[in-house]
Nanobody
Framework: QVQLVESGGGLVQAGGSLRLSCAAS????????MGWFRRAPGKERDIVAT????????YYGESVEGRFTISRSNANNTVYLQMNSLKPEDTAIYYC??????????????????WGQGTQVTVSS
């Protein structure tokens, strides 16, 4: 059974930090680039960050670069997102996913059709 389980969200004040985790199962993990996405109220889903299967290559969306760090543990089939210096505009539901198709050179990353329930991040001003 394919499953993605995100956790670690919560309510935090602006300037604070959170660490999200995503446990993946039912599908190969270490060979896939993984990504974090978010959907803010009334907005389209955005890509936040991606990390290659070996962990040696990463991509960050412009709005989070320098504040967020993506990492992974292939031994535990888990991907993480360390979020620092949080801003109210980071408020969203955060999801992880396998990257099904990608073009690193063009920063294009298409997720698989599998989605978890996400984890809510709320940043107060």
């Amino acid at each position: 059974q394919v499953q993605l389980v995100e956790s670690g969200g919560g309510l935090v004040q602006a300037g604070g930090s959170l660490r999200l985790s995503c446990a993946a199962s039912g599908r190969a993990f270490s060979i896939y680039t993984m990504g974090w996405f978010r959907r803010a109220p009334g907005k389209e889903r955005d890509i936040v960050a991606t990390i290659s299967g070996s962990g040696d290559r990463t991509y960050y969306g412009e709005s989070v670069e320098g504040r967020f760090t993506i990492s992974r543990s292939n031994a535990n089939n888990t991907v993480y997102l360390q979020m620092n210096s949080l801003k109210p505009e980071d408020t969203a539901i955060y999801y992880c996913n396998w990257i099904q198709r990608m073009e690193w050179g063009r920063n294009l990353f298409n997720p698989s059709d599998y989605w978890g329930q996400g984890t809510q991040v709320t940043v107060s001003s």
